[in-house]
DNA sequence: GGAAAGGCCTGAAAGC
DNA sequence: TGCTTTCAGGCCTTTC
């Protein structure tokens, strides 16, 4: 089968809060000594001079998720804010081993330690802003509800879908509803609750037995693939004092339906097929899912 | 204002 | 063998 570029997994949700935590374990406390930006439009919303100097000296305090965004709170109330994309990710190296070409900003760290951004792809923001001004951010503050929070709940995700006549997958993947879902876990939430891709969000709606099995479906999929993501994430390489590289490897396919077209449905054994739903492929049974 | 299409981005795979 | 085209998908902008 196809693999996606970049090891087996986007980085949505559950991949961006694996190398939040494990990025935590690493960083924080730690004081940024110095910043080489390689890309320059990497960094949005300043210049990279400003960029390099505001984050010189900074304290790295807390790490933290919100939707797909890493946060890296700093001292003296700056947060740096990175968005993956497709491709983003983060080594972290104890060694003086030369980056990879891929390397887009470089993070040095007291006592020598370095930390780079790297993305293939080149879609992947850094954004340094106020941590008391991220409101004020446009995007940011037309995010949706975390899955994973109480606040997200049957009666409001029932709320949501009300009213909207797009077609269900594209509906989950709108990052101003509920954050966190990708192409993939879309795909196997769907499948998980036996709803087809194509259905329309508001006949979701209609039947509370469907909206509580899709709310629970999104919920035990993001935290089954969370704790997937156990081993380490995909999305960060340690590299230590003698330069020995580790770097999880890639599991075999956990997913359900996603990248298995013509293998047969774990549920009921009819080939997945997959079909473009608005220019992404979109895999699903075409026989359990209604 | 909602929905859909197009574009960005690069490397792997497919097609010729 | 080597070149060209297609595809992957998150999110923005543009268009309807």
């Not at 760290?109 to 923001?125: K, P, Q, S």
């Not at 036996?194 to 006949?203: I, N």
Request: net charge positive.
């Amino acid at each position: 089968m196809a693999w996606p570029i970049g090891g087996g997994g986007m980085p949505e949700l559950p991949e961006v809060e694996a190398v939040v935590n494990a990025l935590g374990g690493i960083v924080r406390g730690k004081r940024i000594t110095g910043v080489r930006v390689l890309r320059p439009q990497t960094i949005q919303s300043m210049s990279v001079t400003r960029f390099c100097r505001l984050l010189r000296g900074r304290v790295i305090e807390r790490v933290r998720r919100r939707a797909k965004f890493i946060l890296l709170d700093l001292s003296d109330g700056w947060t740096l804010v990175v968005h993956l994309r497709m491709t983003g990710g983060f080594v972290y190296a104890e060694s003086r081993r030369p980056f990879p070409p891929t390397a887009r900003v470089l993070f040095l760290l007291e006592g020598g330690a370095r930390l780079a951004y790297t993305d293939i792809r080149n879609l992947g923001l850094i954004r340094l802003v106020r941590t008391e001004r991220l409101d004020r951010w446009a995007e940011w503050r037309r995010l949706g509800v975390e899955p994973l929070s109480r606040t997200f709940t049957v009666r409001r995700l029932e709320e949501m879908l009300r009213g909207s006549r797009r077609a269900i997958k594209a509906f989950l993947l709108d990052q101003t509803k509920v954050v966190g879902l990708g192409n993939i876990y879309a795909a196997e939430a769907l499948h998980r609750a036996r709803l087809s891709p194509m259905r329309r969000a508001e006949s979701v709606a209609r039947s509370r037995a469907r909206v509580v099995a899709l709310y629970e479906s999104i919920r035990e999929t993001l935290r089954e693939a969370i704790a997937a993501q156990s081993t380490g994430p995909l999305h960060l390489e340690f590299v230590n004092a003698q330069g020995q590289s580790h770097h999880p490897r890639r599991a075999p396919s956990p997913f359900r339906v996603y990248g298995r077209e013509g293998e047969p449905c774990p549920v009921c054994g009819a080939p997945i097929r997959r079909i473009k739903q608005h220019g992404r492929s979109t895999y699903y049974c075409a026989r359990c899912q209604t």
